[in-house]
């Protein structure tokens, strides 16, 4: 007896001094009962500070299994107002486990639906904090957002990308329970708060992404393309200022959109025939080469080359003639660009097209990124490094292209494109992660890019991009209409139209291009069809920037089609006998005889045969009148 008391008391002492932590630590988990709080994943914003995914809080529905006294009619009334099973319920509510939650039934609820749980107070039931992700402004970069799931994990886009940094650190609410489910007042109730995610900022400019978000609605909705995408980038840095494809969806409600949208972002994952557009990269490869002056040189387009055995041949029936390279670049003449490919050679040709990096991915901070096709240097042959020069016969991507040609006007410099700009605490805006300008090369030099600018420019004064033109804002670009290709042949009907813009010319701060699959409806080519369209973009992205108008550029080369413009004189002040102009009209507005103010202003520009708007009032007469 003596030893089984000392067995006893050893055995308490032990329990007691050194078992104490382990055992009590075990036995406030079995009395513990925890109701999770959703913490709020990081809001993403544009480069102004404009939100642009943000969090509502709502609630969702968890359960106590030992708490539930009518399991059965628990699951029918919860089963009525959640629109769900009732059988999936009863399971659920049934469960040997201290809490349940209700999913993907019960959560993130609607406010109407939590207000009627709440109503029944029921016991065992409890409505506990979420935070549902909300994207105001709807399809607006869906692509490029993405969305989550209904754990609130990434699932697409940038969502996705940033996951680890937007996951913020859940919370809960921790009461202690005995067996029967009475509070043990002993401990007190426990709350650890939730900790937010971190906010991103973007490079995306909403003052730019407004309008590309606007006019590419515009296009898909009077062209009917299968489909249509945008990509701006400004030249000096990298930085990604607008990204748009159509068709999109809505992240609010993606479990109703079609997969192959939301998981194709076109301007960094469609790859295709670049058409003329990629006759910048030949004009500048060439021009650093110094194998022509694009204004002494000359060559004659006779309307075809053989190559090869094969016949290439001039869009224009019968060629352009005797041409200036500069005219060449203007006229967008395919033969043309065979001689410049020519006087290249393979070499120099298949090293600059690798040097301007169209052979590799941009590592763009997005997902889903692809990366052009291009012959390998074995089969890169005669007839490969004539369409090549043309931009036939090598597959890139719109970022790719977009890149390039930026290394083409800014200077030589090929950058790392991004669009994230920095990531940081959403509470003490401590900067955790920057992006910075990288550049990767210096592909051309500074020199030949001037030149490139020039030539550009002219493309729109006296070119094919005419439609781009804009008064009082020098604009270069070069159009582009390429031939759709279909598992390996080209499509017989169809083209892909397209449109690159630089702006202002003289010092780029934005390369804009458009490129639209398969219109209806309409001319198929990209200086009709899509360069109206880019010129719509820079009447309002321009100002925007705070790109000033300038009083001296190239006039435009009118041809008989095109709609001439005139400066608009200043009528304030006259009387209404006196408005007269004969190259447009007039429209007067109010009473009076005499003019107080006008649209458009003096000096801006009218098209012909449109009219002035005059505003009517009465002549102020001074003291001394």
Known sequence: MTLIVIAIIVRLGYSQFYMYEELSLKATESWQRGFPLEASRGKIYDSQQKILVDNLTTSSLIVVPSQIKDPVNTAYQLSQILECSQEKLLEKIKKKVSVERIQPEGRQLEEEKAYQIDRLKLPGVYLVQDTLRYYPHKNYLAQTLGFVGIDNQGLVGLELKYDKYLSGVNGSINYYMNAKSQN??????????????MDIELTIDTRVQDVVERELNNAYNTYHPDSILCLAMDPRNGKILALCSKPDFDPNDYKNADSEIYNRNLPIWKSYEPGSTFKIITFSSALNENLFDMDKDTYYDKGYEIV??????SWKKGGHGLQTFREVLQNSSNPGFVEIGRRLGKDKLYQYVNDFGLTEKTNVDLTGESKGIMFSYDRFNEVEQATVAFGQGISVTPIQLVRAVSACVNGGYLYQPYIVNKIYNSKTHEVIVENKEKCIRQVIKEDTSKKVRDALE??????GGKNAYIDGYRIGGKTGTAQRAINGTYAGNGYILSFLGVAPIDDPQIVLYIAMDNPKNCVQYGGTTVAPIARKMFVDILPALGVKKVTEQ?????????????????YIGLTKKEVKNEHYGFEFLGEGDYVIDQLPRVGEKIE???????QLGHKVTTVDE
């Open 184 to 197: 043990l007042n002993i401990y007190p109730a426990e709350y650890i708060y939730p900790t937010n995610g």
């Open 308 to 313: 090869g055995g094969a016949r290439i041949k």
């Open 458 to 463: 002219g493309v729109v004064t006296d070119g």
């Open 608 to 614: 012909e045969g449109k009219k002035v708007k005059i």
């Open 554 to 570: 190239r006039e435009k080369a009118y041809v008989w089609s095109d709609v001439k413009t005139f400066d608009v004189e200043n």
